[in-house]
């Protein structure tokens, strides 16, 4: 199995710009996270799915996020308009049965200067 | 909110030598999870522990949950350079009605040869 591919790997952009992030989970799995990690507040969960459906979306810092997943095997994390405090690492990561014991992709370093 | 809370934050140690991380938290958790992120990777799953008291070894590594199901210990024998990397605790519950998980703040260790 290639595991969870995310994509870019890295990304950076002008404030102001959309930013898109995309995922491809684990085939199979059933639920789907978006983390944040930076220095600061560690690793955060942003918004997770089950069966495709946004299920727990409270980590979301603000309505210029958002996130969907119109298939099983495909989500998009969009950031509009980007600001320099989003810059941070962005996880995808899978699962099968909830949030515990994920597997995590290799993330997308996101700079927005 | 549930936090955690591991110390140390930081640990540098000799190839070979013994150390402990510790996980704590003043929440009960229905589980915890052990994971190991190498720099520009995601975290990658070591251990799951369900169970007050709950021993379990992998390799070198010893995981231990609390009675209470409030902390848990991950202790490596004969450090090796390959264990380098940063360790996060993860405890798994429910709140509003939803799945969680909360990382902990994590503990970066390097191994010296």
């Known amino acids: 199995d290639a595991g969870v591919i995310q994509s870019p790997r890295h990304e950076v952009t002008e404030m102001g710009q959309e930013v898109t992030l995309r995922c491809k989970p684990i085939?199979?799995?059933?639920?789907l996270f978006w983390y944040r990690q930076t220095m600061m507040r560690g690793l955060e969960l942003l918004i997770y799915f089950n069966n495709n459906v946004p299920i727990d979306d409270s980590g979301m810092p603000e309505d210029r996020f958002s996130a969907k997943m119109p298939n099983a095997s495909f989500s998009t994390l969009k950031i509009q308009p980007s600001e320099p405090r989003d810059s941070a690492v962005y996880f995808c990561a899978s699962s099968l049965g909830g949030p515990t014991e994920a597997f995590f992709g290799q993330g997308t370093r996101l700079t927005v200067v | 909110t549930q936090l955690l809370e591991q110390s140390p934050q930081f640990l540098s140690i000799q190839e070979g030598e013994n150390l402990t991380v510790y996980c704590n938290s003043s929440?009960?958790?229905?589980?915890l999870q052990w994971y190991r992120q190498e720099p520009g990777e995601g975290p990658v799953l070591l251990v799951t522990v369900v169970t007050g008291g709950e021993v379990k070894k992998l390799k070198r590594l010893t995981f231990q949950f609390g009675d209470a199901r409030k902390d848990s210990s991950l202790h490596i024998t004969a450090a090796q350079p390959g264990d380098t990397g940063l360790y996060l605790c993860?405890?798994?519950?429910?709140?509003?009605?939803?799945?969680?998980?909360?990382f902990g703040t994590g503990t970066k260790l390097q191994v010296i040869p």
């Open positions: 993860a405890g798994g519950g429910r709140a509003g009605g939803y799945q969680k998980v909360t």
């Open positions: 929440s009960v958790f229905s589980s």
């Open positions: 085939s199979g799995h059933d639920y």
